[in-house]
């Protein structure tokens, strides 16, 4: 599997196969190690302070190959207005435009509303946004969204305790072929370690193969990276440049996967 940037579907956009996300604090130097190592994606929340910090540091001098995915929250009780927190974002990064905007947290078609899609189509005319969409928990909404073109973008789970969306989702995609975004390649780290069922001479996977595993399918433009440290970073991109897994290491994931899910089913 090449590093080599990638078409992010139809959106004009080019992306590595692995983007970052600084969820678990991984530091500075690591987004920097990142840039270094060939990432271009870079994924933050807007109280992601460590991911904010950097890129308002790298983006003067390298805006142009820097691709930026923030977003707008649904809140269990309510939501953020779209454009307000669009606005705070290019604030926050000190940016003129957002490469992929996203509708983050969606659980059920209600939620992703007209008002919504009306504001992010409008920023994107307006030249805010590049690339809008959802990630969403829905993988049959995600699928009709898919099919219908209502979206250029979006962000969903898949890993191997989780494969619905190769029925569901990834089915739907050729028609107008948005960007798709992967995260919890490691299942929120149950793929490394054993379920209760399994003898402790069963091997565990290395978070390499689980996001090994992700970009196997075609379907998945980027894998987001969690790590928690720079070396995690790096042993995560080592194993992506092995390119995708063979027939007996899938096979492994996925009955490896199949495990892990009777054990842990629920999952947002």
């Known amino acids: ?3 080599d940037l990638r078409p992010f579907g139809t ?3 080019q992306v590595s196969p692995l983007g970052l996300s600084a969820s678990y604090l991984p530091g500075k130097r690591t987004v ?3 840039i270094e190592e060939g990432i271009n994606l870079f994924f ?9 910090g950097a890129m308002r540091e790298v983006m003067p001098s390298h805006r142009g190959q820097i691709v930026l995915v923030t977003g707008a929250y649904n809140y269990i009780w309510m939501a953020q207005d779209v454009r307000k927190a669009c606005e705070k974002r290019l604030r926050q990064f000190k940016t003129d435009y957002i490469d992929v905007f996203l509708f983050l947290g969606v659980m059920k078609p209600g939620q992703y509303t007209e008002k919504v899609q009306e504001d992010l189509r409008k920023l994107k005319e307006e030249g805010k946004i590049r690339a809008y969409g959802l990630s969403c928990h829905d993988r049959k909404f ?3 969204l898919a099919a219908s073109g209502g979206v250029s973008a979006m962000m969903m789970r898949y890993n191997a305790a ?5 029925k569901d989702i990834f089915p739907h995609l050729a028609a107008h072929n948005p960007g798709v975004i992967s995260y919890t390649a490691t299942r929120w780290s149950y793929l490394l370690r054993r379920a209760r069922s399994m003898p402790k001479t069963t091997r565990v996977p290395s978070a390499g193969e689980c996001y090994r595993f992700v970009l196997s399918d075609p379907h998945v433009h980027v894998a987001l990276t969690a790590p928690r440290n720079e070396r995690q970073l790096r042993e995560n991109i080592a194993a992506v440049r092995k390119g995708p897994l063979d027939g007996d290491d899938m096979a492994f994931m996925r009955g490896f996967g199949e495990e892990v899910y009777k054990h842990k089913r629920w999952f947002m």
């Open 1 to 3: 599997m090449s590093f």
């Open 162 to 166: 989780h494969t619905g969306a190769e």
């Open 32 to 34: 920097y190690a990142a």
């Open 142 to 144: 995600l699928g009709t």
């Open 44 to 52: 933050a929340y807007g109280l992601d302070m460590q991911m904010v």
């Open 11 to 13: 959106t004009g956009i």
